[in-house]
């Protein structure tokens, strides 16, 4: 089993910035990639960043140019900085884990973006 714990979300106003941290633990091996999700009330989860073992990353169209996923501690620690924050970024932002062949979801941290 793996555990991931997300931390570092709150309330920022737009235009402000954000760093989300996921931190592995557990039975942690045959790192696969690392991935920021986010749900909107009333909307599907969508991905919005992955960082795969060999360091390729992606992002959703919406947050490319200003956000950016890096990992490290041996891939068990993944970061989501956030910058130029927009209310549409509002939503429960979920770590997700590949290890092996199986996903590992964290328990969610909400992103507030308000003034």
């Known amino acids: 089993q793996v555990q991931l714990v997300e931390s570092g979300g709150g309330l920022v106003q737009p235009g402000g910035s954000l760093r989300l941290s996921c931190a592995a633990s557990?039975?942690?091996?045959?790192?696969?990639?690392m991935a920021w999700y986010r749900q909107a009330p009333g909307k599907q989860r969508e991905l919005v960043a992955r960082?795969?073992?060999?360091?390729?990353?992606d992002y959703a169209d919406s947050v490319k140019g200003r956000f950016t996923i890096s990992s490290a501690n041996a891939q068990n620690t993944a970061y989501l900085q956030m910058n130029s924050l927009k209310p549409e970024d509002t939503a429960v932002y979920y770590c997700?884990?590949?290890?092996?062949?199986?996903?590992?979801w964290g328990q969610g941290t909400q992103v507030t973006v308000s003034s």
């Open positions: 960082i795969t073992s060999g360091g390729s990353t």
């Open positions: 557990g039975s942690i091996f045959s790192f696969g990639a």
């Open positions: 997700n884990g590949l290890y092996g062949v199986r996903n590992y």
